[in-house]
């Protein structure tokens, strides 16, 4: 989760254009707090105050597998080991405050807010869809829900925040998978 935390920190001081993605896959605890977490991290009260910062919010959408709890994380990992060793880690990561553990698909948007303040709703987005047991074994799910999301996320975007179009721009639904 630092890692993550590093990577969506430094896309919203720097790494993202406005209207850029990011598109990153992670295991996180407890995901039912990760959009708090996200908000926190990325959040208006955490950026800085370049015009560049102060211009932008940012939508985030996280696909979430189904969360196991701390005393099945890792099991396997286990295996033929005394079992003091899986104990003293699971007991480690409820020290931790770690719940359960999560596979998750982010998608980060930077958005430029007008003049008018527009998509300034409160600063920062993140919707957190529900989990699905098999996230990266549907394909069908993968191929087509994951897509139209985005497609969604992305035209919303554009409607509340029209841009002129270069011919280098592909049409909205192109290039996803």
Request: glycine share 8%; charged share 25%; aromatic share 6%.
């Amino acid at each position: 989760q630092v890692v993550l935390e590093a990577i969506l920190r430094a896309c919203a001081e720097h790494l993202l254009s406005l209207d850029g993605r990011l598109i990153a896959v992670a295991q996180v605890p407890n995901v039912e707090d990760f959009p708090a977490r996200v908000k926190e991290w990325i959040g208006p009260s955490r950026r800085g105050t370049s015009a560049r910062e102060a211009s932008t919010d940012f939508h985030a959408v996280v696909f979430r597998s189904w969360s196991t709890g701390v005393h099945d994380f890792m099991a396997s990992a286990f295996e033929g080991r005394p079992p003091v060793e899986r104990q003293r880690y699971v007991l480690g990561l409820q020290d931790a405050g770690v719940r359960t553990m999560s596979d998750i698909l982010v998608v980060l948007e930077s958005r430029p807010i007008d003049a008018a303040g527009l998509h300034r709703q409160d600063g920062t987005i993140v919707d957190l869809q529900p989990e699905r047991r098999d996230l990266w074994t549907d394909l069908g799910f993968l191929e087509t829900s994951v897509p139209i999301i985005l497609v969604d996320l992305i035209v919303a975007g554009q409607i509340a925040q029209p841009r002129a179009r270069d011919a280098n721009h592909l049409p909205v639904g192109q290039g996803f998978l």
